[in-house]
Structures are given as structure tokens and as C-alpha cells.
């Protein structure tokens, strides 16, 4: 029962310490006494430097360090024998660390140097790692300072999401848990209070899912930042953009950026494409399409010269012009402003930022007030003729101061009511058959509704016409002295006379002419004047010099009469405040 069946010699203790040697998994090399000279060597150490056994004994280890190589514990990139390079980590052992204990590095980790972590303390990342079985979070030191907790494994989720509000953690949860069911990377930001102080702060955090050797999840990976300062001015310039746009919008601003090689726009805002009438499916226009074909003929040279000058002298861009409205082909007019942006100086610049507004309203608004202007010059000019005339006239013609009195307020009346009858049109225009009411409705009967009633002293008929304000005022000064001659001479005089006043619109000018017929009857006899005084120097010069009429007059025994053809001047659209 106790005797040997194999009679072999059993194996020394230096032949197992070899084959030990030989089967290691990992390289090893037994160096000379002053680590120069390579040994011996195990054959997972050959496949790592890709050399045979009797190519490494006695040769130098600085062969495989490269030159100017030193050997050194840690991460090292050693030449393997085709002068490839290798990732290898390397442990001195043995008597005076004479035996090198030698293994392959994935890329990561020999990236993983003790100088990126130094690069990582330095760009503000802190390492973590969170442990799926202890349910623990690891934090490097860097990490710790910025959360707020003892470096190490020193903390849990729930600890660590005690600083976080509630619906962060949720939006985190949600998040974390679809990156690991889909074994991808993941990052958030979120607003956390520090454990050690209190003070809120704002995290970035990245990380990953690690798998075991059986698949399952053994935890996660990542890097934490403090992102305060960067997110809060992130944040103001938001906010700055918000209110630019807003301001702009409010404006009616356009905003664009013009890239000068590519020739490319970027139109930032809606009104932009508001103002040029293009829909978003036309996209936006580069620099030669607008120059060239949506920019009016006679303002290109101009435009073209602005933006030379401009870039020439790095100004800010101020210019002007017309462009065809996509939309419904108009011409519309804007105003451009904008500054060039260079890389750096004395470089040609890359893009022009600016702003176009749609001036076309503003553009139409100052030019009929210029015109409105000279309209008002014109008639201040006329009137206080108009005024000089009626004092001269009047004073030649008066008996005696009363008289003067009595007939110039009178004529200065009937003007201001004229000149008050067109301030309150919108068109600066005058009815006829109001400035008649206004003279005559006194002397209609008083059971007459004095608007042309058939059994009433006063019959007017026509049709209604709006005069001009060139020739309402010479007009309804006409009919004022009209007015005042029946009154004191004529069918006005006495209790039986009456006046009937009949006009028509005549085509037979580009604007029409105007037939006015004024008729008196039962007054006393007409005799013709035996002077001319200033009502007759009214009629045929006033009339004539400046309505341009044909007036004709008739001095019957049974009732004065005067026929009146005037043609109306054309209107300035300009001037109607509601085009």
C-alpha cells in the first residue's frame, strides 16, 4: 500500500524555480548586478518585446528603452525588437532590484500617467468612481473639493443627491438610467449644495457604465467639474442675446451675419426675412446676388462705395438704398449699419455683422411733411396777400371808418372760416355748398330748411364738391362778397328777393371744371356800377389771377348774375395723410 508505483526521480527545487520562471504570466528578466545587461529572460517577456531568447541574453535593457531612455518603475514606452513601440509596466524586484517584473498596458491606462492626473487637478476635474456592490461613491482628492466631502469612499447616492433638489435627481436618475441600459457615456449639469459649506454651486459630471467579467454592471466611471463661473456667464450672455433680440424686435430690427469667402448669410431674426419678403423654404441672400439683383440700379455704385470704404478704413458700415420686395415685388427703402470682424489684426476680415431696417414709411412720412411745409409757406404767403389786398381795397372803398370797419372784419371773417373749413379736412379741402350755407343760411327764411328749399330765399343745386385749397379760399371770398353785395344792394336787400346758386362738375379738363352760376331776382332794379369797387376787383382779378376762371358778370334790370368756369387743380397724393 505505501510503496512508490513510479520509480522516476522526483524534481529538484531548481527545477521547479525555473519552470515557475518560464510560465510566469508575466514578463520577467533577470538583470546584471548593475542593471545594465539583460540576463536571462522568461518567454512571456520575449512575446512582449517581440524578441528570441538568444536575442535578449547579455543585451542591453537600454535597447529596449530607446534613446536616452532610463529605466523606471511605473507606465514606460519600451522599442520592441521590429522598433515598434509597446506600453509596459515595469516593477523592480529581487536582490538590489535585479529581476523586472514586466506587464502590457491597455491605451487607456498608459495614458493614465501621473501627468494627466496632474492635467486633470489643473483643467478643474475631479475623478470618481462609484461602486455598484457597496453602493459607495470614491472621490479623488480633486473630486472632494469640489462636492464637499471627505476624499475616498465616503459617500452614496442618497447622501449625495441630499444637496440636489428633487426634480434635478429625478431628471439625473432618468438620465444615468438610459445610458446604462444602452452601455453608453453620459453628462449633465445640475445645481448642487456643498456638504461641507452649504454654498450652491453648479456641477458638470460625466461618466460610464463598467461591466464585470460576467457582463453585469460593476459600476460607474466619470470626471466632475465646478462649471459655476463658466455656466453663470454662459448664462449672461443668454440673456444679453434675449434682450438684443427683443430690443431689435421691438425695433423692427433685422439682424445678420454676411460670411465674406463663402459669401454666405445668416439671417438671425424673422423680420429679416420680413423686410427682403422671403419665406424661410427661399432662404436668405448672399452679398453678389444683392448687389447685383435685388438692389436697385442707381443705388449699387452708392452701396458698393460704402462697403469699400468701410473695409478699408475698418468703419463702421453705414448705408442706404432700394430693394425689390420678394413678396410682391415693391420697392422698399432700408438702412443698413454694420461693423466687420477680423480673426486678428491686419488680417482680412472674416464676416460682417449688422442690422437693416425697412425705412420706406419713414422715408414717404418725411417727404410729404417737406412738402406739407412749402404747402404751408405757400399759403401763409397767399393769405397775407390776400389780407394786404383786403385792407387796401377796403380803405379806398370805405366812406368812413365804420364803414371800413364794418366791411374789412366782415371780409376777415368770411377768410378765417374759409381757412378753418380746410384745417378740419383731412384732405385740406373745402365743400362749396358749405362755404355758401355759411354766407347765405342768415338771409333764408325762417320756415325754410335754408339748404336749398324751393320755397325759401336761398336755392342752391349741385352736386357735392370738395375744392382744392388753392381755389377755396379765392372762392369762398368770392362768395362772401357775393353775399354782401345782395345784402346791401341786391335780392338781399329786401323782403321778396331771392338768390338761387346751381354748379356742375364739367369733364372737360384732366381734373374736371367746375360751372358756377349765381342768380338774383325781386330785388330792387339793378342799375350797372357807376365805379368799380373792391367786390367787383375781386371777382374779375382774384378769379381770374388765381383760380384761373372765366367769370362773367350781368348787371339785369331784374337781378344781377355772374357765370363762373374754374378749372380744379390737380391734388398731391403727397399730401393726403392717409396714403
Not at 536575442?55 to 535593457?61: D, F, K, S, Y
Not at 457597496?134 to 475616498?152: D, E, V
Not at 434675449?242 to 421691438?250: E, G, K, Y
Not at 345784402?487 to 364739367?506: H, I
Amino acid at each position: 500500500m505505501g510503496e512508490r508505483l513510479d520509480h522516476s526521480p522526483a524534481p529538484d527545487a531548481g527545477d521547479l524555480r525555473r519552470v515557475a520562471f518560464e510560465e510566469a504570466a508575466v514578463g520577467l528578466a533577470v538583470l546584471s548586478a548593475d542593471a545594465r545587461l539583460i540576463l536571462d529572460a522568461n518567454r512571456a517577456f520575449c512575446d512582449l518585446v517581440g524578441l528570441a531568447p538568444d536575442g535578449l541574453t547579455a543585451r542591453p535593457i537600454a535597447d529596449l528603452l530607446g534613446p536616452g531612455g532610463v529605466l523606471a518603475e511605473g507606465v514606460q514606452v519600451w522599442r520592441r525588437g521590429d522598433g515598434g513601440p509597446v506600453d509596459v509596466r515595469v516593477r523592480r524586484s529581487g536582490t538590489a532590484g535585479t529581476v523586472l517584473v514586466v506587464e502590457a498596458v491597455d491605451a487607456d491606462e498608459a495614458a493614465r500617467s501621473a501627468e494627466n492626473r496632474d492635467a486633470l487637478v489643473a483643467a478643474g476635474l475631479g475623478e470618481w468612481r462609484w461602486d455598484a456592490l457597496s453602493g459607495r461613491l470614491t472621490l479623488s482628492r480633486r473630486a472632494a473639493q469640489i462636492l464637499g466631502h471627505p476624499p475616498g469612499p465616503s459617500v452614496t447616492w442618497a447622501e449625495l443627491k441630499a444637496g440636489i433638489a428633487e426634480s434635478e435627481a429625478t431628471r439625473i436618475r432618468a438620465l444615468v438610467g438610459e445610458a446604462m441600459a444602452q452601455a453608453r457615456s453620459y453628462a449633465f449639469e445640475c445645481r448642487l449644495k456643498r456638504a461641507e459649506d452649504g454654498r450652491e454651486i453648479i456641477i458638470g459630471a460625466r461618466g460610464q457604465p463598467v461591466r464585470g467579467p460576467d457582463g453585469g454592471l460593476s459600476g460607474m466611471v466619470g470626471v466632475v467639474q465646478d462649471v459655476t463661473t463658466r455656466v453663470e456667464a454662459r448664462d449672461g450672455l443668454m440673456a444679453r442675446d434675449q434682450r438684443l433680440r427683443v430690443a431689435t424686435s421691438l425695433a423692427r430690427l433685422g439682424i445678420f451675419e454676411w460670411h465674406m469667402l463663402e459669401d454666405e448669410a445668416i439671417w438671425e431674426n424673422d423680420r429679416m426675412f420680413e423686410i427682403f419678403g422671403h419665406g424661410p423654404e427661399d432662404g436668405t441672400v448672399g452679398k453678389n446676388e444683392f448687389l447685383n439683383d435685388i438692389l436697385h440700379p442707381d443705388d449699387r455704385q452708392a452701396v458698393r462705395r460704402a462697403i469699400s470704404t468701410a473695409l478699408r478704413e475698418d468703419a463702421i458700415l453705414h448705408t442706404t438704398g432700394r430693394i425689390r420686395r420678394r413678396s410682391d415685388g415693391a420697392w422698399r427703402t432700408i438702412d443698413m449699419a454694420g461693423r466687420f470682424e477680423r480673426d486678428a489684426p491686419n488680417r482680412l476680415p472674416r464676416r460682417l455683422i449688422g442690422v437693416v431696417a425697412d425705412v420706406t414709411d419713414r422715408r414717404v412720412a418725411e417727404e410729404r411733411q417737406t412738402l406739407l411745409i412749402r404747402e404751408l409757406h405757400h399759403r401763409v404767403k397767399n393769405t397775407l396777400a390776400t389780407v394786404q389786398a383786403i385792407v387796401g381795397s377796403t380803405a379806398r372803398t370805405a366812406s368812413s371808418i365804420d364803414s371800413f370797419y364794418e366791411a374789412f372784419v366782415g371780409r376777415i371773417k368770411s377768410l378765417a372760416h374759409t381757412h378753418a373749413v380746410l384745417t378740419e379736412d383731412t384732405w385740406q379741402t373745402a365743400s362749396l355748398r358749405n362755404l355758401l350755407l355759411n354766407e347765405l343760411k342768415p338771409y333764408a327764411e325762417e320756415d325754410g330748411d335754408g339748404d336749398g328749399a324751393a320755397d325759401g330765399r336761398i336755392a342752391l343745386d349741385g352736386p357735392e364738391i370738395d375744392l382744392p385749397s388753392e381755389i377755396a379760399v379765392p372762392i369762398g371770398m368770392a362768395i362772401h362778397e357775393l353775399t354782401t353785395n345782395a345784402a346791401k344792394y341786391g335780392a338781399l336787400s329786401n323782403r321778396s328777393g331771392r338768390v338761387a346758386v346751381a354748379w356742375a362738375m364739367l369733364p372737360d379738363s384732366p381734373n374736371g371744371t367746375l360751372r358756377f352760376a349765381w342768380r338774383e331776382s325781386g330785388g330792387p332794379t339793378v342799375l350797372p356800377p357807376s365805379r368799380q369797387g373792391f367786390g367787383s376787383r375781386l371777382l374779375q382779378r382774384v378769379l381770374s389771377t388765381q383760380v384761373q376762371a372765366e367769370v362773367e358778370t350781368t348787371y339785369a334790370p331784374d337781378g344781377f348774375s355772374l357765370t363762373m368756369l374754374a378749372p380744379l387743380p390737380p391734388r398731391n397724393d403727397a399730401l393726403n395723410p392717409l396714403t
